[in-house]
């Protein structure tokens, strides 16, 4: 019940394309919806952020759409850049009182944006 | 303001020996946790600390493992009598309190290999 699915495992895209990156969880006490970027070599660094009670969050060209009702959210980036390729991580997590803010992760999307 | 440092940055141990991982927190945060990533996996959450107290330690492993955030200094991830299934990259991030609008700052993480 801990699960995130995301998907794909791996996206290319070329320059100025959409990418789109896709996560389903099952636990519905989690409240917190955080999606980090990662590049080879470093730790993972918050990208953009969404709670259930918002549907779409946008931040310059990374947008999150979230579906509460399917347990599903996405992440979108627009115009993507060669600078844009990296590993992206769904995350999500479930209050616990006292017990911190630990966050479970989707398997990872390497996404390659070709110029 | 420094971000969280880990060291070393890489390690090597042989079978049988013991691995020290460290990290240290942004400045003003009291809280740590360590998350585990296999090679092409997703982040596992393992432990999670606020000075001097573990407070949630379901993700690791019984044995072996271990953890400590003295009230000075920095975290401590212990691995002792290493195994080749430990080899992982291993990321600390803190934030400033267990709030849940706190966003994690991820280090650059320790990569164990074990030969």
């Known amino acids: 019940q801990q699960q995130v699915k995301q998907s794909p495992q791996s996206l290319i895209v070329q320059k100025g394309g959409i990418s789109i990156i896709n996560c389903a969880y099952e636990n519905t006490a989690f409240d917190y919806f955080p999606w980090y970027q990662q590049f080879p070599g470093k730790g993972p660094a918050l990208l953009i952020a969404?709670?259930?009670?918002?549907s779409e969050k946008k931040e310059g060209r990374f947008t999150i759409s979230f579906n509460k009702s399917a347990k599903q959210f996405s992440l979108h980036i627009m115009d993507s850049q060669p600078g844009d390729s990296a590993t992206y991580f769904c995350?999500?997590?479930?209050?616990?009182?006292?017990?911190?803010?630990?966050?479970?992760f989707g398997g990872g999307t390497r996404v390659l944006v070709k110029p | 303001n420094a971000g969280v440092m880990q060291n070393p940055r890489h390690l090597v141990r042989r079978r049988g020996q013991e691995a020290r991982l460290r990290c240290s927190p942004m400045?003003?945060?009291?809280?740590v946790y360590w998350y585990r990533q296999l090679p092409e996996e997703g982040l596992k959450f393992m432990v999670y600390?606020?000075?001097?107290?573990?407070?949630?330690e379901s993700g690791m492993p019984k044995e072996r493992f271990s953890a400590e955030f003295p009230k000075e200094g920095p975290s401590i991830l212990r691995i002792q009598q290493v195994v080749r299934g430990d080899s992982a990259a291993y990321f600390c991030?803190?934030?400033?309190?267990?709030?849940?609008?706190?966003?994690?700052?991820f280090g650059p993480g320790t990569r164990l290999t074990v030969l």
């Open positions: 995350a999500a997590r479930a209050p616990q009182e006292g017990a911190g803010n630990k966050l479970t």
């Open positions: 600390l606020q000075k001097e107290n573990i407070i949630d």
């Open positions: 969404i709670r259930p009670d918002v």
């Open positions: 991030a803190s934030s400033p309190t267990s709030a849940s609008t706190d966003t994690q700052y």
């Open positions: 400045k003003g945060h009291s809280h």
